[in-house]
């Protein structure tokens, strides 16, 4: 399955520190995916890194890929109470013929 | 660009009626994907089209479902005859081709009684 399962499910910090969220999967990827949800919304797609990259950033977002681990972390720094959401991985096949699964996702409170 | 449109946002109605939920995708993009999301299973691939193709509809739960995409800007999702357990925020997401960011819609909130 190219499904990602996200650790811990749920992460409480203060604002202005750092969290880092980790995402398993299980086969081969073309890319990898993270999303936000914010309660009742739907999923905003916030950085793709592709299997033969090893970091990303994005504004106060960092993304790791391991491919020989088969994982990948989210590292949101300075966080602010607005980072409160769910956070979700999913995979790319190499095909690119099975759609994003996503895990369950880590459940992210930012308290200020 | 609007992004990704659903129709309607809430809807509540009865067992056994029927329910149509709408999307509308972004112009340009030719993937579209339709998920049910629950407390209980999280969110869950129903089916996507790709070309206005059903590629896979194994996630679709059972024969009450049903969905169609009758061209490049239009879909929807039908269950007929609803059930409570049915009860569920259904979104729909689309994307240009299958390996990039798929844009998600607002969702529909569904409450069977």
Same mark, same amino acid.
């Given at each position: 399955?190219?499904?990602? !399962?996200?650790d ?7 604002? @202005?520190?750092?969290?880092t969220m980790n995402c398993s999967? $299980?086969?081969?990827?073309?890319? &990898?995916?993270w999303? +936000? ?18 970091e990303?950033?994005?504004? +106060?977002?960092r993304v790791t890929l391991d491919?020989?681990? $088969?994982s990948s972390s989210l590292l ?13 991985c999913?995979?790319?096949? #190499? ?18 | ?6 129709? #309607? ?6 067992? @056994?009626? !029927?329910?149509?939920? +709408?999307?509308? #995708? ?5 993937? &579209? ?28 739960? !059972?024969? +009450?479902?049903?969905? $169609? ?7 929807? &999702? ?22 990039? !960011?798929?844009?998600?819609? #607002? ?7």
């Amino acid at each position: 399955s190219q499904q990602g !399962e996200e650790d811990p499910q749920a992460l409480s910090i203060q604002e @202005g520190e750092n969290a880092t969220m980790n995402c398993s999967y $299980k086969t081969s990827i073309n890319n &990898l995916q993270w999303y +936000r949800q914010n309660s009742g919304r739907g999923l905003v797609h916030l950085i793709l890194i592709r299997s033969n990259e090893r970091e990303k950033h994005s504004g +106060r977002l960092r993304v790791t890929l391991d491919t020989s681990k $088969k994982s990948s972390s989210l590292l949101i720094t300075a966080s602010r109470a607005a980072d409160t959401a769910s956070y979700f991985c999913a995979t790319v096949a #190499p095909s690119g013929n099975t759609p994003l699964v996503f895990g369950k996702g880590t459940r992210l409170s930012v308290i200020a | 660009d609007a992004g990704v449109i659903q129709s #309607p946002r809430h809807e509540v109605t009865e067992m @056994g009626q !029927e329910v149509t939920l +709408r999307c509308k #995708p972004i112009s340009g993009h030719n993937s &579209l994907f339709w998920y049910r999301q629950t407390m209980m299973r999280g969110l869950e691939l129903l089916i996507y089209f790709n070309n206005n193709v059903p590629i896979d509809d194994s996630g679709m739960p !059972e024969d +009450r479902f049903s969905a $169609k995409m009758p061209n490049a800007s239009f879909s929807t &999702l039908k269950i007929q005859p609803s059930e409570p357990r049915d009860s569920a925020v259904y979104f729909c997401a689309s994307s240009f081709g299958s390996f990039g !960011e798929q844009f998600f819609g #607002p969702g529909t909130r569904l409450t069977v009684l």
